[in-house]
């Protein structure tokens, strides 16, 4: 049982320098938590608005999201309602064929296990991209997973990562409109709609 308060692990959390030398922009580990949220989405990584502006999905990847769920901005960003924990907190940089890098390896290993453990009140994590997936659930296919969502609840609800490149795979894949889309609506709703007002 942890002794130490939420507050004091963020603050040691955003002191953390272990990757710094592979970080093109420096430590800045971005994560939204609170002991009072029902849901934790579970991320990848921040890229650079993330890491300018402090606040992660505030881009049109957080638009989709967020459309997904069907939650306005002050839903999303709310931290009695939504706990965003990526597996890597800082900015990652650049693959050189384009993209972002993976969420950095010591990330999840070094502090997860320790925020998780102040977040009492999570009933359900989305598992946004595979790399969260693969660390929850071990190897698999994500549109497998995603497919075959109820079989992670209550606990987990597998997502892809909501990039651009995620349009094409909403057309190949309709049932994510048809079926999970409206399931994972309902589901979060009752969970925000039932979380407490502080
Ligand atoms: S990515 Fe994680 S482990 Fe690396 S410096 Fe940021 S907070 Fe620390």
């Keep these: 049982m942890t002794t130490e308060s939420l507050s004091t692990l963020i603050a040691r959390v955003r002191d953390c320098r272990l990757c710094a030398d592979h ?3 420096g430590p800045k580990p971005i994560l939204q938590v609170s002991e009072h949220a029902p849901i934790l989405i579970a991320s990848q990584a921040p890229g650079t608005k993330a890491h300018t502006s402090g606040q992660t999905f505030l ?5 989709r999201l967020r459309e997904w769920l069907a939650v306005s901005a002050d839903q999303f960003y709310d ?4 706990a965003i924990l990526p597996m890597g907190m800082c900015y990652p940089g650049r693959l050189p064929q ?11 290993p070094r502090w997860r296990s320790e925020v998780l453990s102040h977040l009492r009140s999570v009933r359900l994590t989305l598992l946004v991209g595979s790399y969260s997936q693969v660390h929850v659930l071990g190897r698999g296919r994500m549109t497998e997973r995603v497919y075959h969502y109820r079989d992670y609840l209550p606990s987990y609800f ?13 057309k190949r ?3 994510f409109r048809d079926d999970v889309i409206p399931a ?8 925000i709609n039932a979380a407490p007002r502080c």
Excluded at 79 to 82: K, V, Y
Excluded at 98 to 108: F, I, L, S, V, Y
């Design 173 to 175: 894949n309709p049932w």
């Design 98 to 108: 384009g993209g972002d890098r993976p969420p950095r390896p010591e990330c999840a």
């Design 59 to 63: 881009d049109a990847s957080g638009d």
């Design 184 to 191: 994972l609506r309902m589901i979060v709703h009752d969970l």
């Design 79 to 82: 931290p009695r309602r939504f």
């Design 23 to 25: 970080l093109p922009l």
């Design 158 to 170: 597998p997502l892809p990562h909501p990039s651009w490149r995620t349009g094409g795979w909403e």
